[in-house]
């Protein structure tokens, strides 16, 4: 009888473990849309609005519940295409997102570009993150030819902010949250700056 129960608890052990590998293959980020624009009103410059969508494994939930921290990095950059040489970066960029829990307090916090904002659940914390809006890429408004330009975002989970122990335990597939390069759509703010009423 013992034994069974053994072999029961095994088998248990091996399909969790299974069902958590394929939910974290599952969970990657989706960058669901992107638009760069061009404002003139103070301050002015180019501003980028990403969405993303994805689910935190978890793994990834326990370490946060447990007070450690998450660091979520938006990348950006923006190339002029070259056909005879390799494409020319014009504008680089990164911003970090700080997702923390308090046990004490039982409330998230979400920090990003110096604001700070505290929630009551971790469903309500999740939608400001997948949701950045009005991020200042650049005080230059111009961008020239921008039908030769290419500008890209991906968002992903920095694991080397985690605490070093971690570094070396985590499971790989549960904490490799990241991306592809997303096609940042161009607002007619910037492709036809002559004809917007901002200009």
């Not at 990403?50 to 007070?67: I, T």
């Not at 914390?125 to 200042?136: F, N, V, Y």
């Not at 408004?141 to 991906?154: F, L, W």
Request: glycine share 6%; with cysteine; charged share 20%.
């Amino acid at each position: 009888m013992r034994m069974v129960k053994h072999f029961l608890n095994l088998l248990l052990t091996l399909c969790l473990g299974l069902g958590s590998v394929s939910f974290a293959w599952a969970n990657d980020i989706t960058v669901m849309s992107g638009t760069l624009s061009v404002r003139t009103s103070s301050p002015q410059g180019l501003y980028l609005d990403v969405n993303v969508e994805f689910d935190l494994p978890r793994s990834v939930q326990d370490a946060l519940n447990r007070g450690i921290p998450l660091y979520f990095v938006t990348e950006f950059s923006i190339q002029q295409q070259r056909w005879y040489w390799v494409n020319k970066p014009l504008i680089e960029a990164s911003l970090m997102t700080r997702l923390s829990y308090s046990p004490l307090t039982r409330q998230y916090r979400l920090s990003r570009g110096g604001l700070s904002q505290s929630f009551d659940s971790l469903s309500e914390t999740l939608a400001i993150l997948k949701s950045l809006h009005g991020w200042r890429i650049s005080e230059d408004t111009h961008i020239e030819n921008p039908e030769d330009c290419v500008a890209e975002v991906r968002v992903r989970l920095d694991t080397n902010q985690l605490p070093l122990p971690m570094q070396v335990t985590i499971g790989e597939n549960d904490w490799d949250l990241t991306s592809d390069w997303y096609v940042v759509d161009f607002d007619r703010s910037i492709t036809h700056p002559l004809e917007d009423g901002k200009q």
